[in-house]
C-alpha cells in the first residue's frame, strides 16, 4: 500500500521559513508528478507547486519567489522550501504524487494526511 507522510509544518513568526518534506512509501513502481496543495481554513484546496520527475517546476501566481519546490528521486520524497512567511499561508498543506505501484499498470494520484502551517503576525 502506497502512503505519503508529509512532516516540517509548525508554527512560525510572519517572516520566518519552514521547509516541508513528504516522503511516498509502499510497492512503488515508478512517480511521476508530484506537488504541494494547501487549504486555509473555509476555502478550497488550491495548489502551491508541483515539480516533473527531470525537475521542471510550475508555481502559484501567489508564490511569488518565496516557494521553491525540490524532489529527491532517489528517495522518493519531494520538498518546499517557505520564505518570507505571511499571515496569509496559514494553512494545511498537503503532498500529492503520481505514483505507479506493484499492482497497477497505471498512475494514480494519492495524497498525504497534511501538516499545519500557521504564521502569527
Known amino acids: 500500500q502506497v502512503q505519503l507522510v508529509e512532516s516540517g509544518g509548525a508554527l512560525v513568526q510572519a517572516g520566518g521559513s519552514l521547509r516541508l518534506s513528504c516522503a511516498a512509501s509502499?510497492?512503488?513502481?515508478?512517480?511521476?508528478?508530484m506537488g504541494w496543495y494547501r487549504q486555509a481554513p473555509g476555502e478550497q484546496r488550491e495548489v502551491v507547486a508541483n515539480?516533473?520527475?527531470?525537475?521542471?517546476?510550475n508555481y502559484a501566481d501567489f508564490v511569488k519567489g518565496r516557494f521553491t519546490i525540490s524532489r529527491d528521486n532517489a528517495k522518493n520524497m519531494v520538498f518546499l522550501q517557505i520564505n518570507s512567511l505571511k499571515a496569509e499561508d496559514t494553512a494545511v498543506y498537503y503532498c500529492?504524487?503520481?505514483?505507479?505501484?506493484?499492482?497497477?499498470?497505471?498512475?494514480?494520484?494519492?495524497w498525504g494526511q497534511g501538516t499545519q502551517v500557521t504564521v502569527s503576525s
Open positions: 500529492n504524487a503520481r505514483i505507479r505501484d506493484i499492482n497497477m499498470i497505471f498512475f494514480q494520484d494519492y
Open positions: 509502499g510497492r512503488i513502481v515508478a512517480i511521476g508528478l
Open positions: 515539480i516533473t520527475t527531470g525537475g521542471s517546476r
